[in-house]
């Protein structure tokens, strides 16, 4: 269906449409990568320059309601589990803001018992104060729900659909609200109407064929960016890892249709941000921040409590909704270090914010830990 000759029709192109996109993603697309990879280059370098936006998260809980196959916080996962206090959420903010990052995403999962609308406001503004910059990815909520989260401080909101494909997600998600897939996908206009002005979206590779989530995933992004206007649109381009549970992927995409797929998307998204996180190696992560990357995670923790060990003394299980108390010996960990919260999933680049700092420089990139300030509109 598509040729090598209807690949270097779509590159020449101002413009592309999503047949453009679905030909440069196709497997004649990967035949021309190194012609794709200099046109993303060039158009990445003429709209944003050469800097990377640094960017790291902060879990808040692992509890979670739901039952998400690939997900290590899904509730059946016999995990052990925390949600920081609000000064404990503080504490963390303080070792990111060391490190110099002044970007952070707060993270949690959804358990409405555990992590309430007024939890979550009290954490923003906790840490508003001195992080200029905060996103959310956190449960879909009505958007009267997300007010005082955008009025405490949070300027951005990210939600993945996970998957596209509505048989695949039925198939991943087996009990909990998010089995809603047309409630999950609604979630950035909720967010959009209480007044967040950052937007991220993305799917998670692994789950169905990655062609299938890459042509759904610009598709809205299409939407988004017609009907979502004033707020500034991010695609991140997650693949599974392991983690609690050991679900195994059910489909695969290789670092070279990775690479691919990031080109394609710069080709036809030229001002949309590009976000590849700490999932993904570090030789991986320095070759393809040339071909689109435009915001980066670095030095990042899963866990709640990772960066200071936060929530530590209050470890424990959750069955049914209620807390259950760790025996004695699940308070170390099997190298005779204290237990720690479970993570979502495993760190692939465990280099530290520094360290990645220091290779973009070499890369010829700045790194920036902050691109915003409230001052600014206010």
């Not at 050469?50 to 899904?74: D, H, M, T, W």
């Not at 206090?85 to 903010?93: I, L, P, S, W, Y």
């Not at 690479?259 to 941000?273: E, H, I, S, T």
């Amino acid at each position: 269906m598509f040729s090598l000759a209807s690949v270097r029709t779509a590159l020449g192109k101002p413009r592309l449409s999503l047949n453009d996109f679905a030909t440069l993603i196709s497997p004649a697309g990967g035949e021309l990568l190194e012609l794709l990879g200099q046109r993303a280059r060039q158009m990445t370098q003429q709209r944003f320059g050469k800097v990377i936006r640094l960017f790291a998260p902060l879990y808040l809980s692992n509890e979670c309601i739901n039952n998400c196959q690939y997900c290590g916080f899904s509730r059946d996962n016999p995990i052990l589990r925390v949600t920081l206090a609000v000064e404990e959420v503080r504490e963390e903010a303080r070792a990111l803001l060391a490190e110099g990052f002044r970007n952070i995403l707060l993270v949690s999962g959804e358990h409405p018992k555990f992590v309430s609308n007024g939890y979550m406001a009290d954490c923003v503004g906790a840490i508003h104060e001195v992080a200029p910059s905060i996103s959310l990815e956190i449960g879909p909520m009505e958007t009267r729900d997300y007010l005082p989260l955008v009025q405490a401080g949070a300027e951005g909101l990210v939600v993945y659909q996970e998957t596209y494909d509505p048989a695949v997600y039925h198939q991943m998600h087996t009990s909990g609200p998010k089995r809603d897939f047309a409630w999950r996908l609604a979630t950035p206009e909720r967010g959009y109407a209480a007044g967040f002005r950052r937007l991220g979206i993305g799917a998670l590779y692994g789950l169905a064929d990655w062609r299938y989530e890459a042509i759904c995933l610009a598709a809205h992004a299409e939407y988004l960016l017609r009907n979502c206007w004033k707020a500034c649109l991010t695609i991140s381009l997650p693949r599974l890892r392991p983690c609690a549970g050991e679900f195994q992927p059910l489909t695969h995409m290789n670092d070279r249709e990775m690479a691919q797929l990031l080109c394609a998307f710069r080709l036809m998204f030229p001002d949309v941000g590009l976000v590849l996180s700490t999932r993904e190696s570090p030789r991986l992560r320095d070759g393809l921040v040339p071909l689109g990357v435009t915001l980066m995670s670095a030095g990042s923790h899963t866990e709640p409590g990772g960066y200071t060990g936060a929530g530590r003394n209050n470890l424990h299980h959750t069955k049914a909704g209620r807390i259950v108390e760790l025996g004695a010996s699940e308070w170390a960990s099997a190298s005779g270090e204290p237990a720690q919260a479970t993570g979502q999933f495993d760190i692939a680049d465990v280099r530290s914010p520094r360290e990645v700092a220091d290779t973009l420089r070499r890369l010829g990139y700045e790194p920036v830990w902050k691109d915003w300030d409230a001052a600014l509109t206010s």
